[in-house]
């Protein structure tokens, strides 16, 4: 359009010199005070080598301000730099201190609030920079990191707005300058910072960083006014850069070559110089001619580049969202959560490999398919068509489902339906994002279960203690009473019958002490051969037998057999609840197979659990052929009192909660197979013990824990745990002192001796058995002494043991074994 216009005017001016005269004249007159115009422009100015900066002497340098100064002498304006930091530079942009603003990049935002010329001087681009040795390489490498950026600077924005479309999660660090950024890098206080790349080229040499790949956010650099008052200043500004872009004054390239380029001189050939100044003669003939089209067209030329500028500008933003859906197209692909896009029809839009990997499908197969026709047997459309819906309503759906893949089996999914919109806003589908989450499920599932537990466990063991007192008459007083009376006395069997019943209890007490993880105490060589052999041989065996005549048990053991460090009486109790549990499952009769083995612990699936992984271990493996165990009931079969045995005839249901926490005790793993049809598999792993078996020790006889004379302080807060004590060690023959706290018993040693002291554990609410032993050691080094608790041992019954208390007993009392403990400590 331009250059018609042109050419149509030239064709009229040569109908009449007269008219070429008249407007030459008149051009002549009208430019004569443009060209004798003098006017002082007030220039913002900051640091930003090498666009603008104050160099050394005070004087303004960089590629605007040559070109600035080069429009400058051709308007005749005369330039006022006025130097500050950026921020300083555009506040006094904002409130007019300033007419022109150097080096500003353009933005819609900023256009809002200044006037910008039409015309770039130059396009330059936001670069992460890094600390020399830095692995950072990517963006996705920021995240979680420091980054500082230029207050206020447009880069900063970008850089910003990039992450959080990656959702990172980055620290910005704001400074006054991009000198400082660097500062801030070389003092390892951040570990990037942000820079325009021209200012990075100019400056990386200066300080110990580097340059990274990530380049963002092309802006255009350029002139700006104070808004609504620099019009005509832009306007004469941009007339110029537009012929400098155009060819016609090889300054603009010259000045860029200058600042960005290593400096060379160049000498203009003589052919060429004659040839441009010959030109340059033509030119001047038609410069009139050019004057006029110039006020005739600068209106229209002001609107060309406008739309010009408008136009680079969408085709900037249209090839930067083109690269930003490569990015996410990228990271869709490279995904291993299974993602996919149906629309309201609920035909597959788009998929990404993860999910087509699972389906064992190719894109060709599921794309343009209706998603029904797909996974319609693996996702029902009865159940999750309700869910779709709502998500092409507007909401996010998130739930949690079991999912059975070809070739992978039954996973728990985690899925989110996230609606999305076309133009106009107005939903078309929605995306859904699966990701399998089963491990995550069953290891939530194994804390709940160890939680609920040890939960269990501490009410159990707060029980167990207390019922310990309480069975100590009962367990205790049968032994005294069937010691002082005569062999054909009516009352010894009655006596008899009491202290079984107590026995049983004591039992019970035991299975909670378990429970609680509190009742190994002994850890002795033990053969599983032995424990298995014992068993099917033992009264309780023949029990079960009894109720399930049908069934049959075979065993598998291997021998030799390794034996285990534990306690035998916990173990055969384990065998006991696992066969009596594999009977209950076959009231038609069946077989039960008992194995032992010793394996590696690289010939089965386990766990990361204390003491099994890295050693030998030893296999006690108990099967049956009967109905099995229901996946909801896997769940909680080793929960305290769940069962669904006949109460009364098979237990108290705390049979494989104490299994559970024998193993536990023992530092072992169990491992529970059924499919809810073909029986049940129960394998326990044991660590096979190290050290060398101990000489079987001899039964003691009744004149070996007898006492003469000795005296025994007795120290408990129960009346009756002293009375039971008393009178036991009085009928072995010892003199008896009793104290009912640890206060009195430091009180009564002060004053008295002892031979030896027996401390419970527990007297609240002052000092405990441990507490009583360390104060009485100051008064009585040396101080024999034993520890008695319903516990088992505990930690600090062990940090007891380990500072001089010679043995520990366990309540209820049992006459031998507390007269055998004080025997063996007078003893020593």
């Keep these: 359009m331009y250059i018609y216009q042109k050419v149509v005017f030239i064709k009229k001016l040569k109908k009449g010199l007269v008219a070429f005269a008249v407007l030459s004249v008149l051009l002549q007159f009208l430019a004569a005070p443009e060209a004798g115009a003098d006017r002082t422009v007030k220039v913002g100015l900051y640091d930003n080598k090498p666009l603008v900066f104050m160099d050394n002497n005070g004087k303004a340098k960089g590629i605007f301000v040559d070109i600035l100064e080069h429009i400058a002498e051709k308007e005749q304006w005369t330039l006022d730099y006025v130097y500050g930091s950026w921020p300083e530079c555009i506040d006094r942009l904002k409130t007019g201190e300033i007419d022109l603003m150097t080096a500003i990049a353009y933005s819609k935002q900023r256009a809002k609030r200044y006037d910008f010329t039409y015309e770039t001087v130059i ?31 447009i880069h900063f924005l970008g850089i910003k707005e990039l992450t959080s479309k990656f959702n990172m999660n980055c620290r910005f660090i704001e400074a006054d300058g991009y000198d400082v950024v660097f500062e801030l890098i070389e003092a390892n206080r951040v570990q990037a910072g942000v820079v325009n790349r021209l200012y990075g080229i100019e400056n990386k040499g200066n300080f110990p960083v580097q340059e990274t790949s990530i380049m963002f956010n092309p802006i255009e650099v350029r002139f700006a006014s104070p808004k609504d008052s620099g019009s005509g200043l832009l306007s004469v500004i941009d007339s110029h850069l537009q012929r400098m872009h155009d060819e016609k004054d090889p300054f603009y390239s010259q000045t860029l070559n200058h600042w960005l380029v290593a400096p060379t001189e160049w000498i203009l050939p003589n052919p060429i110089k004659y040839t441009l100044i010959g030109i340059a003669s033509l030119l001047i003939l038609f410069a009139l001619t050019n004057l006029t089209l110039r006020i005739k067209v600068k209106k229209r030329t002001r609107e060309l580049s406008s739309a010009n500028v408008k136009l680079k500008n969408e085709v900037e933003i249209r090839m930067k969202a083109e690269e930003e859906l490569r990015k996410y197209e990228r990271i869709v692909a490279s995904s291993t959560d299974h993602m996919a896009m149906i629309d309201l029809s609920y035909t597959y839009q788009a998929i990404n490999d993860a999910a087509l990997s699972v389906l064992q499908k190719s894109r060709i197969q599921v794309i343009g398919k209706n998603i029904w026709n797909i996974v319609g047997d693996i996702f029902p459309a009865e159940i999750h068509k309700k869910r779709l819906d709502r998500a092409f309503s507007g909401q996010v759906v998130k739930f949690r489902t079991w999912i059975r893949f070809p070739g992978l089996g039954r996973r728990y999914m985690d899925l989110v339906c996230t609606p999305y919109a076309h133009s106009g806003n107005r939903i078309a589908g929605c995306v859904i994002i699966s990701r399998d989450v089963t491990d995550l499920y069953e290891l939530e599932k194994k804390l709940e279960n160890a939680q609920k537990m040890e939960f269990m466990g501490t009410i159990a063991g707060g029980v167990a203690h207390d019922l310990n007192n309480i069975l100590s008459g009962i367990v205790s007083y049968p032994d005294l009473l069937l010691m002082q009376l005569p062999e054909e006395s009516s009352l010894k069997k009655p006596i008899q019958i009491i202290k079984k019943s107590g026995e049983k209890a004591a039992v019970i007490v035991q299975d909670l002490l378990t429970l609680a993880r509190r009742g190994v105490a002994c850890k002795e060589h033990v053969d599983l051969n032995d424990i298995v052999t014992q068993f099917l041989g033992s009264p309780e065996c023949m029990k079960i037998k009894s109720f399930h005549k049908k069934m049959t048990i075979e065993t598998d053991l291997a021998k030799p057999l390794k034996p285990i460090s534990g306690s035998s009486v916990h173990l055969s109790k384990t065998v006991m609840n696992l066969v009596s549990n594999a009977a209950e499952a076959m009231p038609d009769g069946g077989q039960i197979r008992i194995k032992t083995a010793n394996i590696q612990t690289g010939e089965a699936c386990l766990e990361d659990v204390d003491g099994v992984n890295n050693c030998e271990c030893v296999l006690l493996e108990i099967a049956d052929t009967g109905s099995g165990i229901s996946r909801d009931d896997m769940e909680k079969i080793f929960e305290p009192f769940y069962t669904k045995k006949v109460m009364g005839r098979s237990g108290t249901g705390l049979g494989l909660a104490v299994v559970w926490g024998t193993i536990m005790d023992h ?33 003691p006889d009744e004149v070996d824990f007898r006492g003469n004379g000795e005296r025994i302080l007795i120290v408990d807060d129960l009346d009756d745990q002293r009375e039971i004590a008393s009178n036991i060690l009085s009928t072995l023959g010892y003199s008896v002192a009793a104290a009912s706290s640890g206060e009195d018993a430091i009180s009564y040693l002060i004053r008295n001796t002892a031979d030896l002291v027996i401390l419970d554990m527990l007297m609240p609410p002052g000092m405990d058995g441990l507490e009583t032993f360390e104060e009485i050691l100051r008064i009585r080094p040396g101080q024999k002494a034993v520890i008695a608790s319903g516990f088992a041992e505990t930690e600090r019954v062990k940090k007891a043991l380990d500072i001089g208390v010679g043995q520990f007993i366990r309540k209820p009392y049992n006459i031998k074994d507390v007269g055998m403990a004080i025997k063996s400590e007078l003893g020593k």
Excluded: C
Aim: net charge neutral.
């Design 123 to 153: 396009t330059n681009w936001g670069q992460v920079y890094v600390s020399k040795g830095s692995d950072i390489g990517s963006i996705l490498d920021l995240d979680q990191k420091k980054i500082a950026v230029k207050m206020e600077d």
């Design 667 to 699: 530092h072992g793993h169990i491992h529970v197979e059924s499919d809810g049809k073909n029986g049940s598999r129960f394998k326990l792993y044991f660590p096979a013990s190290q050290d060398d078996a101990p000489s079987a020790a001899r039964r």
